[in-house]
């Protein structure tokens, strides 16, 4: 008995396997070794930024078995980072009395992911889980409601593969706005310059320009181990794209958080901006998107099951169906995918971006682009309809659930389109209130998530439109000061 007293955190509520085991003890000999000073402990909140305390070296140590205590109102703010619920009411606002009156939850860390930041000074860092203090998890971490997807998947005899294209704008700061006047909940920008002029897509005398910087974050991304496949200017003014090496699912979510922090901070420390907003508001500024390249592996084998066996064909049958459920469940997927007001901002009509839930061969104007075919081994489905801030745990989840109700059910995605917006397709939302209305068309995440997560979710989003709504903007002052 007095040794179970004794016993971590960790071990007394049994949430480590044993691969998280071992690599905790080899984090104790790093943090040793390379002399580290502190570690960021951080988790993905419900926008997939992250948060965090940053521990002193021996009691990082410490932490990794006793977990690291933090307030649960992080749980609860919305991208202004106000908290949206009542915590100081009976239940918090929600019904649940862990998180009344701002009570603690614990940051858990995942040993699997900790790596060394190159652009900190002996700075380790490593993702959390979040689970309440009797160690039972709770219902708001995003990065379990991937695990239960990806779990779904290997329940049904596949494992998910994920490739990440993600577009960003990169801007040379030239004032920071931080008098005491700009403090605000969200403070006003800083300002900033163009680090090139658009429309110049994939010239090498326009990488050349922004070599400098992207010289840095090649360097650095590729330091802290993250699978850089290429970085390749994009269509519009100061804007460019990063591509990775396909992963396993659950890495690929890790690798999209890691990345988007750790190039807003590497640039912040040179002197520039990274934006994943989606559509900037600066004169002839290209909307940013993120394609997620998707397919389904069989468990024992390894091998790709969208690949066709037949010469014509595009996608297997598994790969046809699971097409079919990502176009069926599209509008109701659509506010995991485009979760901002600023990212439906992007839906255009014969742009590079879709407006409708329709798929077709290699084609940049549908939702869904298929690539590959019979023999080629990276035969994958495309979806092109993510913005590039969305939370990536919520974005992949909604996907392979989506993908998998396809096959359960064996939803026929129809046929390819090569005149994507002159087709009778559904519409995407155009607005993020309808995409939160959309959630309600099919009864798939309320059945796998839960009332109470979407319920949670479509508040906080609420809060954020709200806000949005009470706001006078500069159209509104264009169109009516002075003529009405």
Not at 401 to 430: E, F, K, V, W
Request: hydrophobic share 40%; with cysteine.
């Amino acid at each position: 008995m007095a040794a179970k007293d004794h016993a971590s955190f960790v071990d007394r509520h049994g949430l480590w396997s044993n691969e998280q085991h071992s690599q905790a003890a080899d984090i104790a000999r790093r943090i040793e070794t390379e002399d580290l000073e502190t570690v960021r402990f951080s988790f993905p909140d419900q926008h997939g930024i992250l948060r965090g305390k940053t521990l002193m070296a021996d009691e990082a140590v410490k932490a990794l078995k006793s977990g690291v205590s933090i307030t649960s109102t992080l749980l609860l703010k919305d991208t202004s980072h106000r908290t949206v619920f009542p915590v100081f009411t009976e239940g918090g606002g929600l019904g649940l009395t862990e998180l009344q009156g701002a009570a603690d939850i614990m940051m858990v860390a995942d040993p699997t992911t900790f790596t060394v930041l190159p652009f900190a000074h002996k700075t380790g860092w490593i993702l959390c889980d979040i689970v309440y203090p009797d160690g039972r998890k709770t219902p708001f971490g995003t990065r379990d409601i991937l695990h239960q997807a990806l779990a779904r998947a290997s329940d049904d005899g596949y494992s998910v593969k994920i490739g990440l294209e993600v577009e960003v704008h990169l801007f040379e700061l030239t004032g920071e706005n931080l008098s005491l006047s700009d403090g605000g909940q969200p403070g006003p920008p800083p300002d900033v310059r163009l680090l090139s002029q658009g429309y110049q897509y994939l010239t090498e005398h326009r990488f050349d320009q922004m070599e400098p910087i992207l010289e840095v974050l090649r360097r650095d991304l590729t330091a802290l181990g993250l699978p850089l496949r290429s970085v390749e200017i994009e269509f519009g003014p100061s804007q460019c794209e990063f591509t990775f090496q396909a992963q396993e699912g659950h890495r690929s979510a890790d690798l999209m958080v890691l990345f988007r922090s750790a190039i807003k901070q590497i640039c912040r420390r040179h002197g520039y901006l990274a934006s994943f907003m989606c559509r900037p508001h600066f004169d002839n500024a290209m909307a940013s998107g993120w394609h997620l390249h998707q397919s389904l592996s069989d468990a024992k084998t390894g091998a790709n099951t969208f690949i066709p066996t037949q010469t014509e064909e595009l996608l297997s049958e598994t790969g046809r169906f699971y097409l079919g459920g990502l176009l069926h469940h599209a509008r109701s997927s659509s506010v995991f995918a485009a979760p901002t007001i600023n990212g439906y901002k992007r839906f255009r009509a014969n742009s590079l971006a879709p407006d409708r839930a329709i798929w077709g061969r290699d084609n940049r104007g549908v939702m869904a682009r298929v690539l590959g075919g019979a023999e080629d081994p990276a035969t994958r489905i495309e979806n092109r309809v993510g913005e590039p801030s969305a939370n990536p745990y919520l974005y992949m989840a909604s996907q392979v659930l989506a993908g998998l109700d396809g096959i359960r059910n064996r939803r026929d995605p129809g046929p390819s389109a090569d005149a994507p917006y002159q087709t009778d397709a559904p519409m995407l939302p155009t607005s993020l209130r309808e995409a939160l209305y959309a959630m309600k068309e099919t009864a798939l995440f309320e059945d796998v998530l839960g009332e109470n997560f979407l319920s949670y979710y479509r508040t906080i989003k609420a809060a954020e439109i709200a806000r949005f709504e009470q706001a006078v903007t500069d159209w509104e002052h264009r169109e009516y000061f002075e003529s009405l």
